[in-house]
């Protein structure tokens, strides 16, 4: 269910587990205008710490946080890997965790009263990370670089979705996001959101 041209890895994965790997993009990232997300920046205040919250964070926003003097953050090992291709050094690691849990858990991120904080994510994002910082007296602020949109899913994809599914062609459904698991019930219709609800799903976090 992941975007087109993201869900390779994952994929290949799959495949060399001896497993199938059915895409179905249900959600589209597309960026920000470049005049809105300069706007939205110049009004927040110099960052202590910068926390990108996805490669997709990475890929829209790191061009913005170039130059950046203080701490940088990644959620995820992808994410880490990204911002070191980008040039720019991540100080606040959680490891192999890739939620916003994990994040929190950092030794970096507890005694943050007073500092500046900028989380890089998409419009509409998770709200948890921003909530607990404010909760440490941190003051937060956003910089949405990209918007997830539902992907143009059509009626030959459901039918032929739906037949795969029917002739027990999938066993096991996958979404990364809240963003994806509302994308993907909301393209569905009704007969085959049964069938989602008898598959086991796979998420990577609570």
């Not at 992941?2 to 001896?18: F, H, V």
């Not at 996805?54 to 203080?70: D, M, Q």
């Not at 994040?103 to 607990?132: F, T, W, Y």
């Amino acid at each position: 269910t992941r975007p087109a041209g993201q869900s390779g890895a994952l994929s290949k994965a799959i495949e060399s587990a001896g497993g199938t790997a059915v895409s179905f993009p249900v959600i589209d990232i597309q960026p920000r205008p470049d005049d809105e997300i300069r706007r939205d920046l110049a009004g927040t205040p110099a960052p202590d710490i910068v926390i990108f919250v996805s490669r997709n964070a990475v890929e829209f926003g790191a061009p913005y946080i170039a130059g950046h003097k203080g701490d940088i953050a990644a959620i995820g090992r992808a994410t880490a890997n990204q911002l070191a291709e980008a040039g720019l050094c991540v100080s606040i690691d959680p490891g192999q965790g890739f939620t916003s849990e994990q994040m929190l858990e950092h030794e970096d991120l507890q005694a943050v009263a007073g500092k500046s904080v900028l989380i890089v994510r998409g419009a509409n994002g998770r709200p948890l990370l921003g909530n607990v910082l404010s909760e440490r007296s941190a003051d937060v602020h956003y910089l949405d670089t990209y918007e997830r949109n539902v992907a143009g899913v059509t009626e030959a994809d459901i039918t032929e979705l739906d037949r795969s599914w029917q002739s027990g062609g999938i066993d096991v459904v996958s979404v990364m996001s809240v963003a994806t698991f509302e994308a993907l019930v909301g393209v569905l219709p009704s007969g085959t959101l049964v069938r989602l609800r008898q598959t086991p799903l796979v998420a990577p976090g609570e």
